[in-house]
């Protein structure tokens, strides 16, 4: 496929969006005049605009173009990252935890740890939370502009610059409020870009019972998704949320139930929403307890929806039929058939074989040769051709929208893409500041001096980032391996918070080292296991379904250490904190707040949280 | 502080005006390769200006009701 021209309109559609989001960072500039407007809004927002940021921030470019992917590879089923995790997880947060982030003068979520336990706890997560934001912004980075090269030929380096340096703008000008801002204009964007592709998709395909039948012929038969010598996958395979997880054998995430709904619906869920700073500070920013409280459970709303515009896509590409005009008609590739073009022409629905691009000799010259990649089977051989699921987003999006509106759906994508960055950027101004800037390097300066810190600290990790990119641009496995690490760190995180909150026993030197041992078991782990890792040993222990699986069970595997070791090391260790000093911080010794006594039952947020769990109980039902 | 309707407002009314007129002197054949025949950026510039509308509407309400109070 040769790369996609934009029309004039398109780059209009693109610079007109551009120029409110910048416009937006001016507009807020005078406001800033504190730290505290910086980093935390001034605590002044009301709580539908910090509940859409809440979504919006972690609607980066990475979760649009992954959760497309995962619904071409495992359909239906990619639901749960919204349905089991988030959603119970959100609702946690909102009623339960929020109390403790907002009610106490905690300004971040290391700084509770260190109000809660000890410096030392806080220094652990401050430091390793900031070096995984700069890092996965710069991933997110080489992502977005990787993509772009392929699909438009934009020059990599030009990507990179100019929307790292967008972002850069309006955070350097307006701080979190800018971000925030901007995140609600960008979700809407999102939203009104990507909406018409399940429209024209699932119109043509003839709606959801034309996608379930087609589907069900296609996830049986075609050669690139069954797996050799396994039997094929049962009815509704792709379209079924938990019909089929009583084995890991017969779904196409080769996981069992428990495995996921402790794994993913337990740990990572309630590890990622409850405890990672760059969605909470958002929740923190609302103007009140009440509203920072209802903030995570509003954003339920749009939660559950998320799935029809970026997985639906994802399973209609598997099944859609390319247009005439659009794409080249269609091909059977094989393993290493040399082909001209950086795109492949779709051979499975819309979605391109994966293509690899290598330095070989040709007549004694070396050139960059382009073949097709082939997926490793059982053997360890190459069985059979792997397919580029990364570009299932991309494609729909040239297939069903024309010159105009496919300015729009970039455009949108842009968005997505700036909403996530500028997420990871105003977490790590913040902890990076407050958390190791004022503790550790230049405490007692003024305010105005943290303000000047945060501004420099926004240029700094956006520079460091972009350097990021480029490190990933060159060694693609080091970025791998980094995503790897960051899944050490984070999930043992939440039973450290659960016992810090609802556990006035639980001591400093418990949680540290708790945290430890958690990260530790997460190493081990993937050290013993397959099929990634096991660099301990040349077989592993286990070999689980699908790298998912092993992920769901090293996070069971590392919350579990961390659980029983801090409970063990705090019985063994001295309490340090008084009753009075942990009031306002763990659950059985703060007084039942009682902000919003006012408000009518229906604008409480357990009344919206069990409400939202109905429905959502409801979806796993309808769509079982 | 700015009320963040009035640029989402102001920003859709220009994308969807683009758009929709775009879509009104543009060619048939496009609409036959990639939307099924539909003029897609007409019906969605519309789509647009009418949720730019609102979202306008919702803040000139929610400033007149500050005036009064």
Redesign the interface.
């Given at each position: 496929m040769e790369t996609v021209r934009l029309g004039q309109i398109d780059y209009v559609i693109l610079i007109v969006y551009t120029l409110f989001v910048l416009g937006i960072g001016f507009a807020l500039k005078r406001y800033m005049k504190t730290s505290t407007d910086f980093f935390l809004s001034g605590r002044s927002i009301p709580a539908w605009i910090t509940a859409l940021a809440f979504v919006s921030a972690n609607l980066g470019a990475n979760e649009v173009i992954g959760m497309g992917a995962c619904g071409a590879k495992y359909g239906m089923m990619t639901c749960h990252f919204y349905w089991l995790g988030a959603v119970a997880a959100m609702v946690f947060v909102g009623v339960f935890m929020m109390p403790f982030y907002y009610g106490s003068k905690a300004r971040s979520v290391p700084e509770y740890l260190k109000l809660r336990f000890d410096e030392k706890t806080r220094g652990f997560n401050a430091i390793s939370f900031a070096v995984m934001t700069i890092f996965q912004s710069g991933i997110s980075m080489y992502a977005l502009a990787k993509l772009l090269q392929l699909l438009l030929n934009w020059p990599f380096g030009m990507s990179v610059w100019v929307s790292a340096a967008v972002v850069l703008i309006y955070i350097f000008l307006g701080g979190l409020t800018s971000a925030i801002y901007n995140e609600v204009l960008q979700f809407f964007l999102i939203v009104l870009g990507f909406l018409p592709l399940v429209v024209f998709g699932l119109w043509e395909i003839g709606g959801w019972q034309g996608l379930v039948e087609k589907l069900n012929v296609v996830t049986k038969t075609s050669e690139y998704l069954v797996v050799k010598g396994a039997p094929p996958y049962p009815d509704g395979a792709w379209t079924s949320v938990w019909a089929n997880m009583g084995s890991s054998a017969s779904n196409p995430m080769h996981i069992e139930w428990f495995g996921m709904v402790a794994g993913l619906g337990f740990v990572l869920a309630f590890g990622y929403w409850c405890t990672d700073f760059l969605v909470v500070q958002r929740a923190m920013a609302a103007e009140s307890m009440s509203a920072a409280r209802r903030t995570p459970v509003l954003a339920t709303i749009p939660k559950i929806l998320i799935p029809a515009i970026v997985i639906i896509p994802g399973m209609i590409a598997l099944v859609a039929r390319p247009h005439e005009g659009v794409f080249p008609a269609a091909s059977m590739p094989k393993v290493g058939e040399v082909v001209q073009t950086k795109i492949a022409p779709p051979c499975l629905g819309l979605i391109p074989p994966k293509v690899e691009e290598k330095m070989e000799f040709v007549d004694g010259q070396q050139q960059i040769v382009r073949r097709i990649k082939g997926e490793k089977g059982r053997n360890g051989e190459p069985d059979k051709v792997e397919l580029d699921y990364d570009l299932v987003m991309p494609m729909m999006l040239v297939q069903y929208f024309p010159t105009g509106l496919l300015g729009l759906g970039l455009t949108a994508l842009m968005a997505s893409f700036m909403s996530g960055m500028a997420g990871n950027v105003t977490a790590f101004n913040t902890v990076w500041t407050y958390d190791i800037y004022q503790s550790y390097i230049m405490p007692n300066r003024s305010d105005n001096h943290y303000l000047w810190m945060g501004r420099m600290a926004t240029v700094f990790g956006i520079v460091v980032s972009i350097a990021a990119a480029y490190v990933a641009a060159h060694f693609n496995n080091i970025m791998d391996f980094i995503q790897l690490v960051f899944g050490f760190v984070n999930a043992p995180l939440f039973a450290t918070f659960l016992l810090g909150m609802f556990w006035k026993r639980a001591t400093g030197h418990g949680a540290f080292f708790g945290l430890l041992a958690g990260t530790g078991a997460s190493a081990l782990h993937t050290a013993l296991t397959g099929p990634t890792g096991h660099w301990l040993v040349a077989n592993p222990v286990h070999t689980y379904g699908s790298d998912m699986a092993q992920n769901f069970w090293m996070a069971i595997f590392s919350w579990t250490t961390c659980f029983v070791v801090t409970i063990a090391i705090s019985l063994a260790t001295p309490r340090k904190k008084s009753d009075a000093e942990l009031r306002g911080l763990v659950y059985s010794l703060t007084p039942r707040f009682a902000d919003d006594d006012h408000l009518g039952w229906y604008a409480k947020p357990e009344a919206l949280a069990v409400i939202m769990l109905l429905i959502t109980i409801a979806l796993n039902i309808y769509f079982w | 502080?700015?009320d963040?309707r009035y640029?989402?407002g102001?920003?859709?009314l220009?994308?969807g005006g683009?758009?929709a007129v775009?879509?009104a002197f543009?060619n048939q054949e496009?609409?036959d390769?990639?939307?099924?025949g539909v003029n897609?950026?007409l019906v969605?510039g519309c789509?647009?200006l009418v949720?730019g509308a609102f979202m306008l509407l919702m803040a000139v309400r929610a400033q007149r009701r500050g005036k009064k109070s």
């Open positions: - | 502080m700015l963040i640029p989402i102001v920003m859709f220009i994308l683009i758009l775009f879509g543009s496009m609409y390769i990639h939307s099924r897609i950026n969605w789509v647009l949720f």
